[in-house]
């Protein structure tokens, strides 16, 4: 069984996030320009199997989509593209930047910390894993 991999697209950087091997717990993977994004997946994948990718659903409060989206829908060709073998799943991720800023503050990072934007880009891919995992999970009998 391989591990998911949370995304958060954004068109300059993009927040990776990872489960263990159970895929029971999303914890922080990186953050990475965009452009090197694939790359950087495929070097990932050549060492730990990967069985899903999570990628963010922006969605405006409304419910629309996103302007985003086009972007983030290109980028999910070229990742099925590139990992054929791989499932690639949705997960609404609306206010999850919001939330990543929150929980900076909350456990006391410094100002500096909460400005850096690609911090905020992991959480929120971690954020988006994680809320992916609990939607999905099955009750233990």
Same mark, same amino acid.
Do not use: H, W
């Given at each position: 069984m391989g591990v998911l991999i949370g995304i958060d697209f954004g068109?300059?950087?993009?927040?990776l996030a990872h489960?263990?091997?159970?895929?029971?717990?999303?914890?922080?993977l990186t953050t990475?320009?965009?452009?090197? *994004?694939?790359?950087?997946?495929g070097d990932y994948q /050549?060492?730990?199997p990967v069985e899903k990718f999570v990628v963010g659903?922006?969605?405006?409060?409304d419910g629309n989509?996103?302007?985003?989206? /086009?972007?983030?829908l290109l980028f999910i060709r070229q990742l099925k593209k590139s990992f054929p073998k791989v499932i690639v799943v949705r997960q609404d991720e609306?206010?999850?930047? /919001?939330m990543a800023f929150n929980s900076l503050i909350q456990?006391? *990072?410094?100002?500096?910390?909460?400005?850096?934007?690609?911090?905020?880009?992991?959480?929120?891919?971690t954020l988006i894993l994680q809320s992916y995992l609990t939607s999905n999970s099955k009750p233990v009998l």
């Open positions: 068109k300059k950087r993009t927040g489960t263990d091997s159970r895929q029971i717990i999303a914890s922080g990475v320009m965009t452009q090197n *994004a694939l790359s950087f997946l /050549k060492e730990t659903q922006p969605k405006q409060k989509q996103s302007e985003v989206e /086009k972007n983030i609306r206010f999850t930047s /919001k456990t006391g *990072a410094k100002k500096k910390i909460r400005k850096d934007k690609g911090v905020i880009d992991e959480i929120s891919a």
